[in-house]
Nanobody, 122 residues
């Protein structure tokens, strides 16, 4: 059974940091690229970041570039999203997804995890 378990969300003050994790199982982790998406209330889901299967290529949305860092540990079948300098506009449900292409376009994702809530507020 394919599973993507995202966790690490929570409430943080503006300027703070959080690290999201996505633990994968049920498929060959090393063969897949991963991406993080987010969806804020009343807004469309948007791609945040993606990473290639080997980890050598990473991509970021302009809104998070320089603040967020995506990484993966193939030995632990886990993908991470380190989020620094968080802003209220980063508040959303964050989802991890896996596909064969390192992209932030959701149509190319084969597997999705459940979301984890990130709230940035003072």
């Amino acid at each position: 059974e394919v599973q993507l378990q995202a966790y690490g969300g929570g409430l943080v003050q503006p300027g703070g940091s959080l690290r999201l994790s996505c633990a994968a199982s049920g498929f060959t982790f090393d063969d897949y690229a991963f991406a993080w998406f987010r969806q804020a209330p009343g807004k469309e889901r948007e791609g945040v970041s993606s990473i290639s299967s080997g980890g050598g290529s990473t991509f970021y949305a302009d809104s998070v570039k320089g603040r967020f860092t995506i990484s993966r540990d193939n030995a632990k079948n886990t993908v991470y999203l380190q989020m620094n300098s968080l802003k209220p506009e980063d508040t959303a449900v964050y989802y991890c997804a896996a596909g064969y292409i390192a992209t932030m376009q959701s149509m190319f994702m084969d597997y999705w995890g459940q979301g984890t809530q990130v709230t940035v507020s003072s």
